[in-house]
Nanobody, 124 residues
Framework: QVQPVESGGGLVQPGGSLRLSCVIS????????VGWFRQAPGREPELAAA???????VFYADSVKGRFTISRDAPNTATLEMNSLTPEDTGVYYC??????????????????WGQGTQVTVSS
């Protein structure tokens, strides 16, 4: 069974940084495209960043451009480096994966496998 597992969330002050990690376990010799979604309280999940397994395409929400960086060190891992965090970045962050190339990277239905999520709280 394919399962993304996130780690690295926590509480940080405004202006601070956090690094989220995702490891996708389950199926050997499979290359996953990964998206980091986030869900703020009372809101729908939205894509923060996504990247192909080989790094040839990358996507960011306008709200995180210049502050967040998604990296792929291996076909089954992904990290999200988050800098200059604001309270608006607070939410549950999910790692989502698909072995296919999404037609619309921002559409969560394109992703087959989801992690349990990790809480990020930006507050003073």
């Amino acid at each position: 069974q394919v399962q993304p597992v996130e780690s690295g969330g926590g509480l940080v002050q405004p202006g601070g940084s956090l690094r989220l990690s995702c490891v996708i376990s389950g199926r050997a010799f499979t290359y996953y495209n990964v998206g980091w979604f986030r869900q703020a309280p009372g809101r729908e999940p939205e894509l923060a960043a996504a990247k192909t397994w080989n790094g040839d395409s990358v996507f960011y929400a306008d709200s995180v451009k210049g502050r967040f960086t998604i990296s792929r060190d291996a076909p089954n891992t992904a990290t999200l480096e988050m800098n200059s965090l604001t309270p608006e970045d607070t939410g549950v962050y999910y790692c989502a994966a698909t072995p296919n190339r999404p037609r619309n990277w921002y559409r969560r239905q394109e992703y087959n496998y989801w992690g349990q999520g990790t809480q990020v709280t930006v507050s003073s």
